[in-house]
């Protein structure tokens, strides 16, 4: 596509990064067929090529308005239109650098200045996210229904395997999903115990950046990477194989760090290495040597919810399902496995009405084959799905662990 980058942008890293991303897209629009907001909305604006073009006035100096913000924020950041593309384009790459340099121009309203603000002042930090849903928890029981469905039940914590085995890994322990479902980490170090693996956990390492990444926040993102980086590289350095996550929204970033800081002198080099160390845990099971034998038979029809930063994110689609056949679990087949569920992140909390829709196609799909259970790689996803779900949803190590004698 032929762009004209103003110089104002030329002179920066992020509109270089953009001007050579939008030149990359030959505006063939593939990447609508596979489009969530699109096939929704049927508005150009509200799929890829729309958005990119909306960009592409951004960086050429027009002015932009709050119908620009509204499109870019309808965007799901799903990154399903990668996958469709032919050319290539990094276009969660390009969503992101939009939607701060539209930020910076576009004012918000101050409700929604709140909102975001609070969002980011509370999930990542698990110590605030637990009094809060804690709070909501002992409340449950008077809440109306509508907001009743949307606390996930108290999950009672289970002690962690022995230590001391000879080979170590390093886990990220997350924010909301240390306090929301604490088990799905137990699982995995259960897991990885029974193959000679001790998980350890860096206290303090804290949220991955996500959060505030998606919400324009770019500098605190950056720092909660760099706290991360300097938790981890000791031990890294020192003894661990790799740095196991379960969540694979918190993977597609922190397999991203060094991207991100690359032009950070500090961190550019250990960025990249944490980068490369970073392993969502189907793919540490893939080169395991996990005893079959051990696992129990089950003849329950399972539904796997492929999460878009496993399958599009971390370009693991179908890594899961092979590892879970293999094990001898029944999978139903799902229609439209490639389309998001609606949570992605905090979209589901700033964007309702579009997620809700999502989030009913996405179960239509799952429970069409009547399952009876839903299994998952990714907290978001899974707490977004028990909202509504008729049958019980969890992550998939759980199913995995609790199935192992």
Not at 153 to 174: E, Y
Not at 208 to 219: D, I, Q
Not at 245 to 255: E, F, H, M, P
Request: with cysteine; glycine share 6%; charged share 20%.
């Amino acid at each position: 596509m032929q762009i004209h980058t103003s110089e104002h942008f030329l002179n920066t890293d992020q509109g270089q990064e953009a001007d050579a991303i939008v030149r990359s897209c030959v505006h063939c629009g593939f990447c609508n067929a596979t489009c969530p907001t699109y096939q929704l909305l049927g508005d150009e604006l509200d799929g890829p090529r729309g958005r990119i073009y909306l960009m592409k006035q951004l960086l050429e100096g027009q002015t932009v308005t709050r119908k620009t913000q509204m499109h870019l924020d309808r965007c799901l950041s799903c990154c399903s239109c990668e996958t469709t593309c032919p050319s290539g384009v990094q276009y969660g790459r390009l969503i992101d650098i939009g939607r701060e340099l539209v930020d910076r121009q576009v004012a918000r309203s101050i409700a929604d200045r709140i909102k975001r603000f609070i969002l980011r002042k509370i999930l990542p930090f698990p110590a605030r996210f637990s009094v809060l849903l804690k709070t909501a928890q002992r409340l449950k029981p008077f809440l109306p229904a509508s907001i009743k469905q949307l606390i996930p039940d108290r999950q009672r914590t289970a002690s962690w395997p022995n230590r001391n085995k000879l080979r170590k890994m390093l886990v990220l322990a997350g924010c909301a999903q240390s306090v929301a479902t604490p088990n799905t980490n137990k699982a995995a170090a259960n897991i990885l115990q029974k193959l000679g693996i001790e998980l350890i956990v860096a206290n303090d390492a804290g949220c991955c950046g996500a959060v505030s990444y998606h919400l324009s926040a770019h500098e605190e993102a950056l720092n909660f990477m760099r706290r991360n980086i300097d938790a981890w590289w000791p031990i890294v350095a020192k003894e661990a194989e790799a740095i196991v996550i379960t969540a694979s929204g918190c993977g597609v970033l922190i397999k991203d760090y060094a991207e991100l800081l690359k032009h950070d002198p500090d961190y550019a080099e250990k960025a990249k290495i944490i980068s490369e160390c970073a392993k969502d845990i189907s793919e540490i099971l893939k080169k395991e040597n996990l005893a079959i034998d051990r696992i129990k038979s089950s003849t329950i029809k399972i539904a796997f919810q492929s999460p878009c930063t496993l399958q599009h994110g971390q370009k693991l689609d179908g890594a899961v399902e092979s590892l879970l056949k293999g094990y001898g679990f029944t999978l139903t087949s799902v229609d439209d496995a490639h389309l998001c569920c609606g949570s992605a992140g905090t979209y589901s909390l700033l964007q309702k009405d579009l997620s809700q829709q999502l989030l009913d196609n996405k179960l239509t799909a799952l429970q069409k084959t009547a399952p009876e259970l839903i299994v998952t790689a990714n907290i978001g996803c899974q707490l977004h799905l028990q909202t509504q779900a008729d049958v019980p949803v969890k992550h998939w190590i759980e199913l995995l662990d609790e199935s192992f004698v």
